[in-house]
Structures are given as structure tokens and as C-alpha cells.
């Protein structure tokens, strides 16, 4: 054979095989993609959740009595005559007391711990209770005595003059810690 015809049938057979080498390429590579795009899987989980509540409820009742069930209130301040305490006519030195019953509403998801802090906007009058920072579980209730004073050393121009003491209780949720309330 003539040197041409073999660099001739040699190219031919480069080519020949340079195409089988790309077909043999294309024909892994759809076969691959192929295989990947039909292995799928997926698999999700769901909760639904709910707060809880803190309901804080107050009573007043005169010293000694209970209260009933239509005397505990929710979210407001309780009047001066609801504590059954002295109102109007105060004098240097006289004094009153009245029982605060506060409770956690049955129903309410998780323990709290109260404080309370008290305010009186005119400075005539001195208040002592009983308050301590107590724990207090759902339908739970604590009683605190408290009595009220007009400072007995008021001056002349306490005559006349209008207070307001003001007992705020602070419920404040406790954790849970990791149970199921």
C-alpha cells in the first residue's frame, strides 16, 4: 500500500475511534442523568401549638371572711370600698386593715410567682402587709393582711385631703421545664 493510503485509513481509524470514545460518553451521560432524576425521595413532619395562659384574679373581703366565687376579679383594681377598709373621716393616727386574697385562675397552664408593689399618691397615709414573693399553682390562693394608717405626726394641711393607695400584684409564669403542662 502507498504511504498516503495508510496516513489516509490511519486518520479514518482516529476519527472511528474518537466518535465511539464521545458516543460511548454520551450514551453514560444520559444514562447517569436519567438515573439521578428518577431516585427522589421527601418525607416532612408537623406540630400544632398553643400558648398558655396566666389569669391572676383578686378578691377583698373584710377580716376573717372568705371569699365566694362571684368576689374574685380578673384585670381591674379593686375600689377602696371593695377591702371593706375605712373610706372618709381619717385623723391622725387611725388605722384599718382589710384581707387581699389574690389566686391563679383555674385553668391557667403554668405556675407563677407573685410580688407586689404598693404606691400612695397623697404621703398622708402608711401602708404595712404582709406581701412575700410567693409561688402559686393554677386555682391556688394566698390571703395578705393589710393595714393602712394616717401617719399620726400629719400636718394641718392633711385636713380635707384625698389618697390613693394602690396594690399591684405581678403574677410571673414560671417555666414549664421541659414537661408537658
Not at 489516509?8 to 432524576?37: D, E, H, P, Y
Not at 391572676?56 to 377598709?85: C, F, H, N, Q, R
Not at 385623723?91 to 407586689?116: M, W, Y
Not at 404582709?130 to 385636713?159: I, R, Y
Amino acid at each position: 500500500m502507498a504511504p498516503e493510503t495508510t496516513a489516509a485509513s490511519q486518520k479514518t481509524t482516529q476519527r472511528r475511534k474518537k466518535a465511539a470514545v464521545l458516543a460511548l460518553a454520551g450514551v453514560v451521560g444520559i444514562g447517569a442523568a436519567a438515573t439521578m432524576a428518577n431516585w427522589t425521595d421527601e418525607a416532612a413532619v408537623g406540630a400544632d401549638f398553643e400558648a398558655g395562659q396566666l389569669d391572676l384574679e383578686i378578691a377583698t373581703t373584710s377580716v376573717g371572711e372568705t371569699p365566694g366565687e362571684k368576689d374574685w376579679k380578673t384585670g381591674s383594681e379593686v375600689d377602696v370600698a371593695d377591702l371593706g377598709l375605712k373610706a372618709t373621716k381619717w385623723g391622725p393616727g387611725d388605722s384599718d386593715e382589710s384581707q387581699i386574697h389574690v389566686r391563679l385562675k383555674e385553668g391557667t397552664t403554668h405556675n407563677a410567682h407573685l410580688t407586689s408593689t404598693l404606691t400612695d399618691n397623697a404621703d398622708y397615709w402608711t401602708v404595712n402587709d404582709d406581701v412575700e414573693d410567693v409561688e402559686l399553682a393554677p386555682g391556688q390562693s394566698e390571703t395578705f393582711t393589710v393595714t393602712v394608717q394616717m401617719d399620726p405626726d400629719a400636718p394641718n394641711t392633711a385636713q380635707g385631703a384625698n389618697g390613693r393607695v394602690v396594690w399591684d400584684f405581678i403574677a410571673q409564669q414560671q417555666s414549664d421545664n421541659g414537661g408537658n403542662n
